[in-house]
């Protein structure tokens, strides 16, 4: 009896890594009973506590077929029925959920593990396709799942001030995010780029503070910023689908934005994107930005945490180190007068001192073991985020750092408690969970927003996988059914940035017509990711420069471009065109291939060129960045063009 219960314990909590998934992160415990039943049976939802219609509202919305829903306080035959109730195995993200053929039932102890257990249940409905007997038909499994995470911490951190994410991205993030139980977002809104890139000059290198400012005009970006309101209203939404945003506003380093604005303030010692600490207009510079978000009745941050940066400061100096030292505690002070908790990128290490930094409520990103030293900031009391450098961080096309995440590598090997070479007890109580990072250094490297979320999608899979449970099969038949199982699930039903969605098939294109209509989601992207193939037959007319094929909010085709009139496409500030102009009076066809490293053009069947990435030289010579030249492509609406365009396809 003993073995046979041991047996069968080894299954309930090891098999979702010897199983096929059944979603991602995989769940921590499964019985499965015989028999499926149709998706399709299940028309109605149904809630037991008026919080959780949020939740009814948006599976109602995701699920397609159902048709209503309604505060009941029991299940119903053929409805999917949420339930609160109190569970302390379930803890405040855990849910229990059971299939068969009475009904589904989705029980949590709060809004956010019901939430989850309906995330579970979508993403098991999109992988549900059963080919019988040559009818696809959509079955899920009679099972009882239970399940909660292992971290508290699941997220990922934006670099939003080096490359502007416009609002809509940041709502889509968050959907993509919920969908895969990440539970927290960090927007990083100010910094700068490298000034080795813009002429060695600091002067001219680019700096950004996102966010609109009444008590400092001037000072927010003008080639893309948030308004007050604006980031009120992402914050809440973000909460309403289980995603904590924590902002940061990074100092005193990485401010070439407050220098350039206010140049008294940057240090005379170091490089002008550092704050001098000796200056005594510092800290009440930065106190006022503090009262100015975190502060007053409807705060612009109205979220439980609040990052002050603090990374990358100078250490040369050990008087500076302690006015450093100094304004950590004196920042976290801050943030906790607003009623906030504080976390900041921990450099006790790198500015080592005698001043004391309290560590009672506040919390270290460990990014480098080098400026904070994961044992010895568990010994002074820091609760840590495990994001560390070497494994995590996304630096597009930048040739360090990693431009994909090696999500092999993570699946089979990362934890949230392996920072770098320091590996602690399995859920040590020090360890509050995992992040990544996609930093956007090189600012004219041209990378979109599309691009990013290319590489983002994949990293919040795998992070998502080890901060819910940390366990791994590291054999690569197990690696092999994860990937495959990953490479099914989509962005999530409200929103479809990598653009799987949009197929379209020999279809004619009339001028200023919506190609799709904007549905199931609060900001609609209708376009196609990579790899695809876009083809169309043309009989020109004579177009004038600009004249516009397909746009969406995100990026524009034209015929024929602003400024040279040739084939081409424009997105994120940039315009790239092919050498190759349309000839009134011709008929042919176009076809158009992308991918995450460029776009090749056809007409006739024949190369025309390939847009690969080009490469610029720094003004010593010294070394070189890419400009990435990608087209994720546009299909939501068309242009005013004169052309006759038939047997238009577009898919992947």
Known sequence: MKKILLSLTFVLFCGHIFAQPLCIPGVQEQWTAKGTVEVEKFATITYDN?????????????????????LKK?????????????????????YRMTISEKGITIQATSKRGALWGAQTLLQMKETSYINSGGVYKRLLPCITITDKPDYPIRGMMLDCGRKFFPMSYLYSLVNVMSYYKMNCLQIHLNDNGFHDIFHGKWDETYAAFRMES????????????????????????????????IPEIDAPAHCLCFTQ???????????????DLRNPEVVPFLDSLYAEYLGGPDPVFCCPRFHIGTDEYSNKDKEVVELFRKLIVHLCEKVKSY?????FWGSLTHANGETPVPSDGVWISLWHNRYAQPVEMRKQGFHMISINDHHVYIVPAAGYYYDYLNSKWLYQHWVPELMDKELFAR???????????????????????????????????????KCWHGLADTTDVAWEKWMNFAARLSDGPLTDEIGRKSMVN?????????????????FPIHQIGYPYMVEFTIDWADEKPGTVLCTSERSTFYLADPVKGMLGFSRDGYLFNFKYRGKPGKKETIQLKGDNK????????????????????????????????????????TGDFRSKITNFSAWR
Do not use: C
Not at 50 to 70: G, M, R
Not at 608 to 620: I, M, N, S
């Open 50 to 70: 008026p919080s959780l219609e949020f939740v009814a509202d948006y599976l109602n919305k995701a699920w397609e077929n159902t048709n209503s829903t309604s």
């Open 261 to 275: 604005y206010r140049p008294s303030l940057a240090s005379k010692d170091y490089d002008p994107a550092h704050l």
């Open 598 to 637: 460029g776009i090749t053009l056809f007409a006739d069947g024949k190369k025309v060129e390939r847009l690969d990435p080009d490469v610029l030289y720094k003004h010593d010579g010294k070394g070189s960045y890419k400009i990435m030249r990608t087209l994720i492509f546009p299909l939501q609406e």
């Open 74 to 94: 029991k299940a119903s035959a053929n409805a999917i029925f949420l339930s609160l109730k109190p569970d302390k195995k379930l803890g405040d993200e855990g």
């Open 506 to 522: 020999h279809i004619e294109l009339k001028p200023n017509t919506t190609i799709f209509k904007p549905e199931g989601s609060i």
């Open 214 to 245: 009444d008590y400092f005009p001037g000072l927010t970006a003008i080639d893309g910023s948030y308004s007050k309101k604006e980031m009120r209203e992402f914050i809440r939404y973000a909460e309403s689908m289980g995603v904590e945003i």
């Open 427 to 465: 859920q040590d109580p020090y360890v509050e969970g995992g992040m990544f990072a996609v930093w956007n250094d090189i600012i004219k490297n041209g990378i979109s927003v599309g691009d990013v979320h290319d590489r983002t999608l994949p990293a919040i899979q795998v992070i998502s996988e």
């Open 339 to 343: 009623g906030k908790q504080p976390i």
